[in-house]
């Protein structure tokens, strides 16, 4: 597609919204979103000082998306890279590159969903038609919830029961032979309120080998045991198999796109997991929450294309409990919520290695585990009406420990390392007028190492353990406003500047192929606007500039790989009749260096623009309401790749799709 083209529908999309919000003339409705991410309690978003960006289960609706990654590539500062396609995508925020998904925290209904290992989420474990609301921190939230959340926090807030029994169909099809079926319900049996979402997708991919096949299940109860005391208990299970189709150099790249050059990779995968909660309300400002959990991955990869044909079998098993004690009781007159917790998080990884694809000559295995303890305390004291300071601090110790065999079953290495790092933060939320918010914010933050970025049990690497690997720290600062002007029309801009020291990334020199960088920085700007200047016409537009780079040591001054430095979308939503919507959206990314080029002495990759259209009608017939819906995505069928690597041995890149289809229908009743 011509870049200047798609650069124009960009700015005409920026120019459409400039002039709704000139001319809006709805009462004020922004900035009174409720949200629990900030301080895992429900509070008002303009008493925090954070940007914060929700995204309701009316703006999933209206957007007829199949999956949790489509909602989440509108959102302003929010970038993704994928090897295969959206199941596995990486999530960057903030600007971290290769693994930048590890300085994500990714939680469900508050509990984190983050693997210990390098690898990133499945995104397929959260059904879409079981969402019901998606809020996004952007920025550090290390005192609240510690590791991985460096870049910010991602909470997928799920379905609950309702009194009234409700309930929702949808089946589309596209291109690729993709198919997707999706069944949910909430309502009340007795005394028992329930959640049920039941979801099946499948499709052979756009490139060759890129075929993923899902099927999963949710379900949430909940139980008033008396006045105080409720017990809320979700469940969910995800079968999912996928292909892998490797890389391409530049010349194939450029050839074919839809290629693959690893022709029988492939991996099978369960999930599992239980979440009780226990709520119980103590006094009239006391209140106690116990979070419980278990979830299992257990995953079979194939891969004889590998250098040394590698077949493995991995289990991953989390056990967590997060008791804490939330009191709103006031500070001589002044409102103040005080939130005490402990977070214990046990993860173990069992990984059986093989030479062949029946697993009859054993290579070896490891078992391995990350413990962590932590303790946190944050506050929120309300000066005045309009004025709010918040605190808080976390004190964690974390072990990793291995036993490793090799393939006699003779035990190789027997270890452990422990860290023990603290977050703190401090915040100023103003809220001076009904339509303006303003904050500053500081935090001291950490990150972890992954078991496998500090032990090399994969396979991989020299194996042992990196004890001299230490976990990211780094101190951030940003301020920020979010302003509505007349009418339902609100902007938001947010400065950030993190200093970063000990970032970890790829060191194939190293003992688990991993090691500490110089200090580096990551700053810019964060900008959205968002106007419905009538009810039958919504826009947005947002960009985001990231300067990242390195600050200190040999490559003082380079730009770290696979960050883009600009990020500008827009998007309309109108009617074109009263039942008739479109939807149209443009997203730019500008050039970026290939991971591993830290020296920046290669070529950058390509920017691109990707433009989507989609049209929905909807009537109703009888208590039923039907929507018929379509959609194109990469309209005019964009050839770029998000990510690529070089690491001295050439360029290998991981083409994105091209232009796809999808048709579909949805019952509402």
């Not at 890389?247 to 099978?268: C, G, H, I, M, T």
């Amino acid at each position: 597609m011509n870049i200047r083209r798609a650069g124009l529908l960009v700015t005409a999309l920026l120019t459409g919204l400039a002039s709704a919000a000139a001319h809006a003339d709805e009462d004020p409705q922004q900035l009174r979103d409720m949200v629990v991410t900030a301080t895992r309690s429900q509070v008002a978003a303009r008493d925090i000082s954070a940007n914060v960006t929700v995204i309701s289960s009316e703006d999933i609706a209206k957007g007829n998306y199949s999956d949790v990654v489509s909602v989440l590539k509108r959102v302003a500062g929010l970038h993704f890279r994928s090897f295969s396609g959206n199941q596995e995508a990486a999530i960057d925020i903030r600007g971290f590159g290769v693994r930048s998904h590890t300085r994500v925290l990714v939680l469900r209904d508050g509990r984190k969903l983050n693997r210990p290992d390098q690898r990133s989420i499945n995104w397929s474990q959260i059904p879409l038609a079981n969402v019901e609301r998606i809020e996004i921190i952007h920025g550090p939230s290390g005192a609240v919830y510690g590791d991985h959340a460096v870049g910010g926090v991602i909470n997928i807030i799920t379905k609950k029961g309702a009194e009234d029994p409700t309930g929702e169909v949808v089946v589309e099809g596209g291109s690729n032979d993709m198919n997707r079926q999706a069944l949910s319900t909430v309502g009340s049996l007795g005394d028992v309120d329930y959640a049920l979402s039941l979801e099946r997708a499948e499709t052979a991919g756009w490139r060759d080998r890129t075929g993923t096949r899902t099927e999963g299940a949710d379900l949430s109860l909940g139980y008033d045991l008396s006045d105080d005391l409720r017990l809320d208990v979700s469940m969910s299970f995800l079968q999912t198999d996928y292909e892998m189709p490797g890389s391409l150099n530049k010349a194939q790249y450029e050839a074919d796109p839809r290629a693959a050059n690893n022709l029988a990779d492939e991996a099978v995968a369960d999930y599992f997991s239980v979440y009780p909660t226990l709520t119980a309300r103590l006094s009239e400002d006391v209140e106690f929450i116990l979070d419980l959990g278990y979830s299992s991955k257990e995953i079979e990869t194939d891969q004889p294309s590998f250098f040394t044909p590698s077949y493995s079998d991995l289990r991953i098993e989390t056990l967590s409990t997060s008791p804490r004690l939330i009191i709103t009781k006031p500070v001589r007159e002044l409102a103040n919520r005080l939130t005490l917790g402990v977070d214990v998080i046990l993860d173990a990884v069992d990984i059986e290695r093989y030479a062949d694809a029946p697993r009859a000559v054993y290579t070896g295995g490891a078992d391995v585990s990350k413990d962590t303890l932590a303790m946190y305390v944050n506050d929120a004291l309300h000066l005045s009406d309009a004025l709010t300071l918040s605190a808080g601090v976390r004190l964690v110790k974390s072990t990793h420990s291995v036993e490793q065999e090799n393939a006699a079953g003779a035990v190789t290495a027997d270890d452990d390392d422990s860290h023990r790092e603290e977050a703190y933060q401090f915040g100023l939320t103003w809220n001076a007028t009904e339509e303006t918010k303003l904050f500053a914010r500081y935090e001291r933050f950490y990150r972890l190492p992954t078991t496998d970025e500090q032990i090399a049990y994969s396979g991989f690497g020299v194996p042992g353990f990196n004890k001299d690997l230490v976990p990211e720290t780094g101190d951030s600062y940003e301020f920020g406003v979010e302003q509505q002007i007349s009418g339902d029309v609100t902007l938001t801009a947010t400065v950030f500047r993190m200093e970063m020291q000990d970032e970890i990334t790829d060191d194939f020199l190293s003992v688990s192929f991993n090691s500490n960088l110089d200090e580096t920085v990551h700053q810019g700007v964060e900008l959205s606007l968002r106007a419905n200047p009538s009810s039958s016409v919504s826009l947005y537009a947002n960009y985001t500039l990231q300067d990242v780079e390195f600050s200190d040591g040999p490559n003082d001054g380079n730009e770290i790989p696979l960050v883009p430095k600009h990020k500008l979308g827009g998007g309309i939503e109108f009617r074109l009749l009263e039942d008739l919507r479109m939807n149209l959206a443009a997203n730019y990314t500008s050039r970026m260096n290939e991971g591993g080029d830290i020296a920046n002495g290669l070529p950058r990759m390509d920017d691109y623009v990707v433009v989507d259209l989609g049209l929905a009608y909807g009537l109703e017939v009888g208590k039923t309401t039907w929507e018929i819906f379509g959609a194109i995505d990469n309209l005019f069928e964009e050839d770029y790749a998000a990510l690529a690597f070089n690491y001295g041995f050439g360029s290998s890149y991981y083409p994105a799709p091209g232009r796809t289809y999808k048709v579909g229908m949805k019952a509402s009743f």
